[in-house]
């Protein structure tokens, strides 16, 4: 769904869905980096793992 169809939806809890989605993912990161883990994401439809150093290196606190 783009932001236009997003912001037109006729539920409105849909385009705060967005905004929790992005709040989360970046939580997400920020825990892996203090724990030392990695995540797993989605790129290109495939699951890719993510390391806490790899996470480091782009800038997440």
Same mark, same amino acid.
């Given at each position: *769904?783009? +932001?236009? +169809?997003?912001? +037109? ?16 993912? /970046? *939580?997400?990161? !920020? +825990?892996?980096? /203090? ?17 806490? !150093? !790899? ?5 997440? /606190?």
């Amino acid at each position: *769904m783009t +932001q236009d +169809q997003l912001s +037109q939806a006729k539920d409105k809890d849909l385009p705060a869905s967005l905004i929790a989605l992005r709040r989360a993912a /970046r *939580m997400a990161r !920020e +825990q892996a980096v /203090r724990t030392d883990t990695a995540i797993v994401v989605i790129r290109n439809r495939r699951p890719v793992r993510v390391t806490a !150093e !790899e996470l480091r290196r782009a800038g997440v /606190r």
